[in-house]
């Protein structure tokens, strides 16, 4: 977050001098009110980010409970050179500079105990090993502590700066951190943790822990995707067209994908996958008009029946049931539908065929095949 004013509404009293002392410049608007605006677009881009976990849902390790326990982010706001003590690292508890420092990776990530998260976070190692050297190389004399279960330093030069931060005097001991207990009158804190490269018990006791937090969704990901016709995998997060095929579209023609919302990524990757979706998404912007191949759907009125399993089962919502002679029947919205087959294989009346894909014709392909032609 840049190092700029901002309006904090529900304190001000709306006196207006800082509308005067900003000037002619006039970046100040107290009377500005929500208002909602209809855009026409040819193509959308989803870049709905994501949140951090609520890791005080994990108890045992004393998130929002001990005041020197703090979370990723908030660790990286305390050591920023813009944030709020300049750069100086001091505990929340009484503003000394931690000379011990405990970071515990994958704090609610690949957690199959239903509190946490399955997943892996993807960024969550590399960013605890850039804290741990800087620490290193702010507080003269101060020793990190790195509690893994698996260091996964997946990118380019990420190994060597792995090594690095090794040659540089971090410790790491492997193995999950079973609770977080604090003495009340140095407000230290006290690990209870299993080396289990060794094979050992470990009772540590350092001045501050940072809690590498598990990411998820965020809070809207759920209401927008359904707004645009986007699916989701089993961990909420938007589902693309085809991982390796078409990574940045969805089943939804128009709409794309970038950045953190389909998926747990670090910078570089977010960044090529926002700009994979912004190529992706200029180009039938450029084309002006898009062609469709003609395979869709049609529905026979008169099997219809009316039962909806179909608009249900569509991957790429392109079926509606609308009023039609006093009772409801399926509708294909042609520009959605790709002629996949999956609502039309479903139907249990077979009220649904595919064009160019009918019945009779596929029967005449199988018996030219198996016949040579003769009938």
């Known amino acids: 977050m840049p190092l700029i004013y901002t309006v904090d509404f529900d304190s001000c009293v709306k006196c207006g001098l800082c ?17 909602l605006v209809k855009v026409k677009v040819g193509t959308a881009v989803l870049a709905l980010g994501y949140e951090m976990f609520p890791i005080e849902k994990k108890e045992e390790w004393g998130y929002k409970k001990y005041e020197n326990v703090v979370n990723s982010l908030e660790f990286e706001r305390l050591i920023c050179a813009s944030g709020p003590t300049g750069g100086h690292l001091v505990r929340p508890s009484d503003g000394k500079t931690p000379m011990k420092v405990a970071f515990l990776l994958c704090a609610g990530s690949r957690d199959n105990t239903g509190v946490g998260k399955p997943y892996c976070s993807r960024f969550c190692c590399m960013y605890s090993l850039k804290h741990a050297h800087q620490i290193i190389e702010k507080i003269p004399g101060c020793q990190p502590y790195l509690f893994y279960m698996d260091i996964r330093s997946f990118g380019k030069m990420y190994e060597e700066f792995y090594y690095r931060i090794q040659d ?6 492997r193995g999950r951190v079973a609770n977080v207990l604090e003495d009340p009158v140095t407000k230290n804190l006290i690990i209870n943790a299993e080396d289990t490269l ?10 501050m822990v940072v809690l590498a937090a598990a990411v998820q969704p965020s809070e809207d990901t759920d209401r927008t995707r359904k707004l645009f016709g986007v699916s989701k995998s089993m961990d909420g997060w938007l589902l693309e067209a085809h991982p390796k095929l078409n990574p940045c579209g969805t089943t939804t023609a128009g709409v794309f994908l970038a950045g953190v919302c389909q998926g747990p990524k670090d910078i570089p990757d977010t960044v090529a996958s926002a700009e994979g979706a912004a190529s992706a998404a200029s180009i039938p912007i450029h084309m002006g008009e898009v062609e469709l191949e003609p395979y869709f759907a049609q529905c026979i009125e008169e099997k219809c029946a009316g039962c909806g399993m179909c608009v249900n089962l569509c991957p790429y ?15 294909v919205t042609e520009a959605k539908c790709k002629g996949c087959g999956t609502c039309g294989g479903f139907c249990p009346g077979g009220a649904i065929w595919m064009q160019h894909f009918a ?6 392909q199988i018996d030219a095949f198996l016949l040579g032609g003769e009938q």
């Open 19 to 35: 509308v005067e002392a900003c000037g002619d410049k006039k970046a100040i608007d107290l009377e500005m009110k929500d208002e």
């Open 168 to 173: 540089e005097g971090a410790k790491f001991m």
């Open 317 to 331: 919502q392109a079926l509606s049931l609308v009023e039609k002679d006093g009772r409801k029947v399926m509708q």
């Open 359 to 364: 019945t009779p014709q596929i029967v005449a």
């Open 198 to 207: 060794l094979n050992r018990p470990i009772n540590l006791e350092v001045d």
